[in-house]
């Protein structure tokens, strides 16, 4: 994912004479400086930090390589697209020319769009694994949308806005200052996640019930159950035992009625 960066700092001119060698250092260091602090320039490095993330992940054998270069990526990827929809797309559609208004929102919704499909692609590589085959698949497609959006930003949009009266070293520590505050926003969030995340599990390990060695039943309880049962049924009269004695009782007392009966007479 190369990117060719336009010349905004031209090279001065050397100075012979061991005199001049400490100015020269400190002209070296003054360019330096005004480079980091250049909005274009921000914006560059960016993007080829970015492109070397790719360039690792593609030479990575390992899985854990390459799951640490995605995470790098998907940090990379969503920080910067959060900075140029806030610091530099803006600048695009106000302060181009009349006539070129059309062709430059046209720019501006382009590029949103794509960081938009990006953060999808993101979400999607999130939730698969990196050993699978689609993985890389995906992070091909991620790439080439990431140039795309390269040439938008460090071409079009650069173009448009060298021909505009801006401050780029003012817009460059806005971009800078910007930066500082997301990263920590995001660093925050990072640190909630793994904070409650760590509590989760410490709960859940707390809920897990203490699994309790089963006692065996030794035969003679069982046996004793049994002959307790036995008895029990035992017990419990039938109605038609009930039915059968009670018969028997009336029919001896008629019998016994016959026999006096008779000695009487």
Do not use: W
């Not at 020269?24 to 360019?31: A, L, P, R």
């Not at 409650?196 to 035969?219: C, E, G, L, N, V």
């Amino acid at each position: 994912m190369s990117t060719t960066m336009p010349k905004l700092f031209p090279a001065k001119s050397k100075e012979v004479g061991k005199e001049n060698d400490t100015e020269e250092q400190e002209d070296t260091i003054e360019v330096i400086t005004e480079k980091r602090e250049d909005l274009l320039q921000l914006v560059h490095d960016d993007n080829k930090a970015v492109a070397e993330l790719f360039f690792q992940f593609s030479q990575a054998e390992e899985d854990d390589e390459k799951e640490d270069f995605f995470e790098q990526i998907k940090t990379g990827l969503t920080l910067h697209a959060g900075l140029v929809e806030e610091v530099l797309y803006p600048l695009v559609g106000q302060f181009v020319e009349k006539e070129d208004k059309e062709d430059a929102e046209k720019l501006v919704f382009e590029a949103e769009a794509g960081n938009y499909i990006s953060s999808l692609i993101l979400d999607e590589l999130e939730n698969t694994e990196v050993d699978d085959d689609y993985f890389e698949a995906k992070m091909a497609i991620l790439c080439g949308i990431v140039k795309e959006q390269v040439k938008r930003e460090e071409k079009s949009m650069f173009d448009k806005l060298q021909m505009a009266d801006l401050d780029f070293e003012e817009l460059g520590k806005e971009f800078a200052d910007r930066k500082a505050e997301m990263e920590g926003e995001a660093q925050a969030v990072k640190a909630k996640t793994t904070a409650r995340t760590k509590t989760s599990d410490k709960t859940t390990a707390r809920k897990a019930p203490a699994k309790k060695p089963s006692a065996k039943k030794s035969p003679a309880k069982k046996s004793t159950a049994k002959t307790a049962s036995t008895k029990k049924a035992t017990t419990k009269k039938s109605p038609m035992k009930t039915e059968v004695k009670a018969t028997s009782k009336s029919s001896a007392k008629s019998t016994a009625k016959k026999k006096t009966a008779k000695k009487s007479r």
